[in-house]
């Protein structure tokens, strides 16, 4: 199963000229501002602070990608829906998101981060239609998944998969950064991604 052994920022961007080359296959984790996604990051490289953990939900302002075993590239979109963010900074964050994902041609998938305790969110919903119009779409992470006893844990999947309008054949991961759970089915998954694409080419 795919192990990452080794992960640093390569780049540093917000618009496609400071991209790094298209040589790498990407995986980019996008998600709400307080979701957790810097926890996970760091979870499933097995570094504890390559993506800064922040305390001001919604201060990643840029796209970070990177490097993972010098082979592929994880890219961690700038959170959304906070409610400090002024439309102006909300609209330059669209249409970064949007340069990214619609012309990204080694863009593999994109990973959503939801909170398994609350109904996805209409910012959530939005996303996912945005990623399912580019064809991005099919793989959701649960986040804070021990927040949640196991009962009530499935019924909140079922929750964000009608939510969201998932697909029979689209994968939802919960994942906890605290009790470390779900990372292996997560790399698995990636791994899956990862082999896929070189057998298309």
């Known amino acids: 199963m795919l192990k990452i052994t080794k992960s640093e920022l390569e780049t540093v961007a917000v618009k496609?000229?400071?991209?790094?080359?298209?040589?790498?296959k990407e995986i980019a984790f996008a998600g709400r501002s307080n979701v957790g996604k810097s926890s996970l990051l760091n979870m499933i490289t097995g570094r504890k602070s390559l993506a800064r953990v922040s305390g001001n939900p919604g201060k990643t302002?840029?796209?970070n990608f990177y490097l993972c075993n010098d082979e592929f590239r994880i890219v961690?979109?700038?959170?959304?829906?906070?409610?400090?963010?002024?439309?102006?900074?909300s609209e330059k964050w669209g249409e970064m998101m949007e340069a990214y994902l619609e012309k990204r041609e080694n863009l593999v998938k994109v990973v959503q981060l939801v909170d398994i305790r609350h109904k996805?969110?209409?910012?959530?919903?939005?996303?996912?239609?945005?990623?399912k119009y580019f064809g991005l779409d099919?793989?959701?992470?649960?986040?804070?998944?021990?927040k949640v006893s196991n009962n009530e844990r499935q019924k909140c999947l079922k929750e964000i998969r009608n939510t969201l309008g998932m697909g029979k054949g689209d994968v939802i991961i919960p994942c906890s950064a605290l009790k470390r759970t779900g990372t292996?089915?997560?790399l698995e998954?990636?791994?899956?991604?990862?082999?896929?694409?070189v057998d298309e080419e």
């Open 184 to 186: 292996d089915q997560l």
């Open 189 to 197: 998954v990636i791994e899956g991604l990862l082999n896929e694409s």
């Open 76 to 89: 961690d979109l700038p959170g959304y829906g906070y409610a400090k963010v002024s439309r102006s900074e």
């Open 138 to 146: 099919g793989i959701v992470v649960a986040t804070k998944a021990d």
């Open 16 to 24: 496609p000229n400071q991209y790094p080359d298209t040589s790498k």
């Open 120 to 131: 996805p969110s209409a910012q959530d919903v939005q996303m996912y239609d945005y990623l």
């Open 61 to 63: 302002r840029t796209i």
